[in-house]
């Protein structure tokens, strides 16, 4: 999923890390956010134009919003996400919340 997102010139936002943690274990921290991991699972386990509906009980980090605007392009998918604060609807690259 990030390898075909950074070809479309996606880029990891390591800022949200709030740990002193090397640039290589920054990016390998982030990969593991539990949203992107249930998103993995999804795509992977739905037919193609399921919607994919993902509920955290936290707020989502900028990183993993822009993730899931670049996933919903490069998939074609609506992606509804419902963190601590609001719904977020991806569609087509961009989010119902406009990146508030």
């Known amino acids: 999923m990030?390898?075909?997102a950074r070809e479309q010139s996606y880029m990891l936002e390591t800022e949200w890390?709030?740990?002193n943690f090397e640039e290589e274990e920054k990016e390998d921290a982030l990969g593991s956010h539990s949203e992107k991991l249930a998103l993995a699972f999804r795509l992977i386990s739905t037919s193609?134009?399921?919607i994919l509906r993902i509920v955290k009980n936290l707020?989502?980090?900028g990183d993993c919003?822009?993730?899931m605007?670049?996933?919903s392009k490069?998939?074609?998918r609506e992606i509804v996400v419902r963190d601590m604060k609001r719904f977020h609807h991806f569609?087509?690259?961009t989010c119902s919340c406009q990146d508030y």
């Open 48 to 50: 193609p134009g399921v």
């Open 17 to 19: 890390v709030l740990y």
């Open 91 to 93: 569609k087509n690259g």
């Open 2 to 4: 990030t390898n075909h």
């Open 74 to 76: 490069l998939t074609k």
């Open 59 to 61: 707020r989502t980090c």
């Open 65 to 67: 919003h822009s993730m």
């Open 69 to 71: 605007k670049y996933v």
